[in-house]
């Protein structure tokens, strides 16, 4: 299959290459951290698209956790799933009234079939992106790390040698400190001495661990003394001691703190004193435009990850410590030196139908500079051996050329679009967001999963490809930005994937065309029909992986790549294949729905909504399937007829267009949307409701009133958990331009917004949970809905600041919308806006809702005006200038 990278990136460029835009907003978006303890809060996130790091501090030392996006160990073993779910038994066991998720780990299972294990999915952590090692500079030694952040404001700080603990929150939130490792014996350390006062809404609680991380003592929650107070107390003998942790808790929610005077062991082997400045005091920063992480210290380090090979260049930093990490079923790396270079390889093993892979890790130093590399069997038979060569030639080049290129490559990535916005932090986040996102995804590379870098081996949801919601999102702030080389490994991902997705709608649904499961994995084999491993190697989730709506939503960030970029061999070879198959199931599965003129449309699951319910009474007319279903066959129609091909299929899908129910409705006088007939409104994960004016893009603001009108009284409305819908929610409160959506936006980022600029999952409960599993990909995404505020391109017109405030300025430059134009504009704080600059990439006519009361095009004598909508013929590479 062509991946068509050379046509992307012709298409990026074809503007002349210059500075940023705004190098004053991007310089601004630069990363400071206090410290370098928190390997979610405070580490620096590194990478060039296919090898990236984490660089934090860990015990003392700074460390930098390898990941690269092709490292996966990507067995799946079946051999204990149930069979494959049929929408036959589904509706089986629907019309016998029972409950279709009831039967034991709500599998479907066939009549008579007995279960007995644990299904592939959880039954080990595999398949999943696993870590390449880790490489440690300078020496390790015992320090405080923070384990705990439950309040809105959490930090220890050592002013004139005192410890100050401080928490503010909600009423009952803690946090805490850890610090270790100490490796001490209570034979030698009987004794643990405290000396500490405080406020007095402070609680205090120490926990002392033993070296296999159980509690070997521990105080419960104390009241904190308001004037300096001596505690001791004994510890059991004959145990080791690993690690002491600090926690501080708030009884009101008002700032709280502790001040520990003194923490100190006693006993046979004397007093040893805990210092409260280790592993506190390291501070960090990233200059997100030239991609370098700058850790502060005698002397400084400096870490890249090269733009233009895989290695990372450090330099600083005293000893080098190359460490593997281990992971389940998979023998230990093994270490080595090779023409004087430091290695690690580790072999992975396969399954039935994966032969499994290898990497290697080699670092190579030459005085204070240190060049890791990393390569995989994807790129060589030879793995020890290429990397130990990518190592050597990179020091054996000059330093200062190789910083120069990689500066040249990000100078180019910035020069494609840019913005000046009068709000820091969504300025920041839009820039942020970007760097993350090119961080971990170029042309060529493995598509990321649901983390960015890791912190384990055992990444939640299996550091999967998710596409009920989280994958197609990492993307969503790409195409605006002008950055459609981003998305190329989702779109071959999906590409590659079409031969097992028209496996699946046979196997599963028993149609045509291809259907796309929610839970995807790297490395699955094309042709499952020839695996030897149990249902075709296949997992696919009885419940959440039979939403026919996810189909459509995984098939449309391709299709967004044609409208953003049109050309013909894309549409061709990449963008219809997908679109196609996808609507052909969907015709089928119309044409076995009951009804006549209009279907029940199911059984279906809402997106982690009800699950499948008794009689399958919440299992028809989702809103999410409905909307993206008309998505798909819209994009199909018109595809056909770009190509001039597949006349009989266009018939099917407006005949199928013609049949979708209304969106589900809950009330009379006032009604709202439901995520499924039969409901009432819910507290939802995913916002389906608003599904259908985003990402399902048939409702918009020209739709008609009564609908709008219905759409946005939904959206004001609806509950959610604060989970996965916070950039969903926002776009779509910018399509119909909603007031308040600046303000609506701005407050979910700056309550998930880390000191790092990476952004939590949820921001209704304190930080812990969901959380701490990790970088969230999906929220590199954020900058989609920034850019939304500003510039929109719905069905092919493109709206200017459609939801940003009148009172605020804003200026982009070379933003791309559909049809292939990139835009320039300026609103000053008044609300008016300046003259539009708008290059036209491959020519096509331009339609743009004109921002005043008279529009002039410079050049242009006459304009076509239809309801405020200006349409204008533009060439390629034309420049068409608009003025009030």
Known sequence: MKTHTLCLLNL????????????????DAAINVERLDSILDHSLIVGNGDINALVWNERGATTLMLTKNDVWDARLLTRNDPPLPTLKRIKELGAEGGAVGATRHGFIFPEGYVFSGTDSYHAKPYPCPILCGKLILGDQNPSWRRIR?????????????????????????????????????????????VKLSGTENARFYIDVMDTDNGILFKTDWQETPKKETVFTYDLPKGQMIGRIILYTWTEDGEMAENWFHDLSLSGTGGRRGIEFSNGLAVSGRLDIAKAVATIDGEPAITVRALADRNVFLIRGGQSV????????DVPEAAGGVKDGVRFLHKTIPGDLDWKGMEFAVAV?????????????????????????????????????????????????????????????LLQRTWYRGLYFLRCVSKPGAQCPGLFASLINNTPAWHGDYHLNYNIQQVFWAAYAANQLDLVEPYDRLIREYLPRGRWLAKEVYSMGGAYYPHVMYAYEPISPETCKSRNGRQYIHHVWGLTIGVAGFTIQPVWWHYKYAPDQ??????????????????????????????????PSVSPEHHGWTPGLSRNYNCAFDISMIRFTLNATIEGAILLGKDEELVKRCRAALKRLPDYPVHGDREPVVVDVKGAGPITYNISVPATPVFPGEVISIMSPKEQRDLFERTIRGLRWNGNNAAVMLAVSRARLSMEGTFEWLKTEVHARTRPNGTMSLNRLHPPKGL????????????????????????????RLFPAWPKNKKAKFDQLRTQGGFLVSADQNAKGEIG??????TVGGTLSVVSPWKTIRAKGKTRLHIEKGVVLIGTRPGEVVVLTP
């Open 364 to 424: 190579a130093e030459k005085g204070d500079l240190k060049a890791v590399a990393i390569v995989t069997s994807v790129e060589s038979s030879d793995v020890v051996g290429a990397a130990v060569k990518a190592a050597k030639a990179a020091l054996q080049e000059d330093s200062s050329k190789l910083i120069a290129n990689h500066e040249k490559t990000w100078k180019t990535f910035w020069s494609r679009s840019g913005l000046e916005i009068d709000d820091e």
């Open 569 to 602: 061999e894309f549409l061709e070879e990449t963008a219809y294949p997908v679109v196609r198959e996808v609507a052909v199931f969907y015709a089928d599965f119309i044409e076995q729905c009951e009804g006549d003129e209009t279907v029940l449309l199911g």
């Open 321 to 328: 410590k190359l460490v593997p990490s281990n992971s389940l």
């Open 149 to 193: 952040a439950q309040g809105t404001h959490n930090d220890l700080n050592t002013p004139d040698g005192l410890a100050v603990m401080r928490i503010e929150g909600e009423a009952g939130t803690s946090n805490g400190y850890a610090y270790g490792p100490m490796d001490l014996s209570t034979d030698q350390y009987a004794k643990l001495t």
């Open 12 to 27: 990026v460029a074809c503007c002349t290459v210059h500075a940023a835009s705004y190098p004053e907003a991007l310089n």
């Open 771 to 798: 959380n701490n599993y990790g970088h969230y990909t999906e929220q590199f995404g954020t900058g989609m809905a920034i850019s939304e505020m500003l510039i929109q391109s719905v069905n092919d017109t493109i």
């Open 835 to 840: 003259p539009v600059r708008i290059q036209s």
